[in-house]
């Protein structure tokens, strides 16, 4: 896998979605943003994060909606990484077991299936020895 955001980027196909650095995911100029930093694969991305006790939900337990968003942009970044940039059609989350603030987690996400501008992903999101605290499954669209 490779690191380089940009060169990603700049390798996808012509898009009007345009990388202004913002985006609450992954833009490193955002100082309230999560500033996630993605490694690339064949069609597929992957995460590595410890998010901060501010963004619990309970005592200890990441936000579901933190959750949500990492499971949602480690598979946007598949998309690019098969050279689209896409947006979120639609997003379905199972939630396996409560994630932890303050630990390191890995979020992984691959492109399944290509049917033109259609895209279907799957997510994982786990502490990177084997215990898996969420799956997402998602369809995006090319624009």
């Not at 993605?38 to 963004?55: D, K, L, Q």
């Not at 896409?86 to 409560?98: C, D, G, M």
Request: glycine share 10%.
């Amino acid at each position: 896998m490779t690191a380089s955001r940009e060169a990603f980027l700049a390798s996808t196909a012509p898009s009007r979605l345009q990388d202004d650095r913002r985006c609450f995911a992954c833009g490193p100029d955002n100082e309230l943003g999560l500033r996630l930093h993605f490694e690339y694969g064949e069609n597929s991305a992957r995460c590595r994060v410890t998010i901060p006790a501010h963004m619990s939900g309970w005592t200890g337990m990441l936000h579901g909606g933190i959750v949500a968003v990492l499971l949602d942009e480690v598979m946007a970044h598949a998309s690019i990484a098969a050279g689209v940039r896409a947006v979120t059609a639609k997003l379905e989350i199972r939630f396996r077991k409560p994630a932890p603030t303050g630990a390191p987690l890995v979020a992984e996400g691959t492109v399944q299936r290509r049917r033109g501008k259609v895209f279907d992903g799957e997510a994982i999101l786990s502490d990177g020895a084997g215990t898996i605290f969420a799956e997402g499954r998602s369809r995006f669209v090319a624009v």
